[in-house]
């Protein structure tokens, strides 16, 4: 069973940046973050495979940036510019399927059924 444990949420305020991590018992192809806010359904936030290939929801690109350092099986996820909107938890999740597919002008953000393993979550809240 693979196990995934976030960390780095917390509390801040508008314009300010957080680093999200998860860390998994194994490294697995595809791996990613989604979010869900009070009241409202799971997103995908970015998600990255093996290869390097990685999708973004269109609210977070050029806010957000996903990496992963395999070594220490680690998925990172950098948020800058931060905004009120961005408050939600966040959960990481990991498949060892390849799920991103790209056309020339853009990269499929995988749905989170297509996940089979995930973490607990860790909060995030921005403040206006």
């Known amino acids: 069973q693979v196990q995934l444990e976030e960390s780095g949420g917390g509390s801040v305020q508008a314009g300010g940046s957080l680093r999200l991590s998860c860390t998994a018992s194994e490294n697995l192809y595809t791996m990613g973050w989604f979010r869900q806010a009070p009241g409202k359904e799971r997103e995908g936030v970015a998600v990255?495979?093996?290869?390097?290939?990685?999708s973004y929801t269109d609210s977070v690109k050029g806010r957000v940036t996903i990496s992963r350092d395999s070594a220490k099986r680690t998925l990172y996820l950098q948020m800058v510019s931060l905004k009120p909107e961005d408050t939600a938890m966040y959960y990481c999740?990991?498949?060892?399927?390849?799920?991103?597919?790209?056309?020339?002008?853009?990269?499929?953000?995988?749905?989170?059924?297509?996940?089979?393993?995930w973490g607990q979550g860790t909060q995030v809240t921005v403040s206006p």
């Open positions: 990255l495979d093996r290869n390097g290939r990685t």
């Open positions: 999740a990991a498949t060892p399927r390849r799920l991103i597919y790209c056309s020339t002008a853009n990269c499929y953000l995988p749905r989170g059924a297509d996940f089979g393993y």
